[in-house]
């Protein structure tokens, strides 16, 4: 049924009043549409979307080109001129500059690798005097060696009573984060820090441990890092009591 429309009023004020509301009708027209197209879009998508995840080519060429882009972006030297119109200045386009190489932390270690002439090269070739060394030509590169793996062994001395048969004492075990394991806080540490901080899944590293002829199951790792969590659950209880005691935390305020 047709609605009838209501008489405009005559005098500004009324007139005023009725823009003001016809224009909060709009807008909350206007978000709820919006509202009901967002789910249209949400269910064409869960009824004619892929059922399993495919491999694209925007991820193949966001992931695996990474070098070659950010090569091809620093060598990218543009030449064109830049005009507005036929008759304007001609400016050419600015040369993106490749910024110096940065030094080395100094606080990393240094290997010295000193490279002498040999016997027949230190003669001079005019006079064939030998030449003396009168300074040095020093550049560094960046050196990486592969984790250090080794075994701990804990030697724990026996005494015994040179009086008394029978009394024997033996030196007790350090405190350990997981009794009777073969992982050390440092393995521990290592492994978190692949999987929560880089992304590196636990079957990943074991097949990296395999390649350097440990063998640690995926099971093992996993039971290592459900107890390395309930270690530091009272950090992480006093962490979220820093959190929950100031007055805002950050939200989501998606609707969908």
């Excluded at 003396?132 to 990486?144: N, T, V, Y």
Aim: net charge negative; aromatic share 4%; with cysteine.
């Amino acid at each position: 049924m047709h609605k009838e429309t209501e008489p405009l009023p005559t005098d500004v004020k009324g007139l005023t009043e009725r823009v003001v509301q016809l224009s909060q009708q709009l807008e909350q027209q206007s978000l709820f549409i919006g509202q009901l197209l967002e789910q249209v879009r949400v269910s064409r998508h869960q009824q004619f979307g892929p059922r399993s995840e495919r491999l694209s080519l925007d991820q193949m060429a966001l992931v695996f080109n990474e070098a070659e882009a950010t090569v091809a972006e620093d060598a990218e030297v543009s030449s064109e001129p830049v005009a507005a119109a036929a008759d304007a200045i001609v400016v050419p386009a600015p040369r993106r500059c490749r910024g110096g190489r940065r030094p080395l932390p100094p606080e990393l270690p240094r290997v010295e690798v000193v490279h002498p002439l040999d016997e027949a090269d230190c003669a001079c070739k005019q006079c064939a005097s030998t030449m003396a060394p009168i300074g040095q030509k020093i550049s560094e590169q960046l050196d990486i060696v592969p984790a250090q793996i080794r075994v701990v062994r804990h030697v724990r001395q026996t005494y015994q009573c040179p009086n008394c048969e029978g009394q024997l004492t033996t030196a007790p075990m350090p405190a350990e984060p997981i009794p009777r394991s073969l992982a050390t806080p440092g393995t521990l540490a290592h492994v978190a820090i692949n999987k929560y901080a880089d992304g590196l899944p636990l079957y990943r590293q074991e097949q990296r441990l395999k390649r350097i002829g440990i063998d640690l199951p995926r099971s093992t790792l996993a039971r290592w890092m459900v107890t390395s969590g309930q270690l530091v659950q009272p950090l992480v209880n006093v962490l979220r009591d820093i959190v929950v005691g100031y007055d805002i935390i950050s939200m989501d305020e998606t609707r969908l």
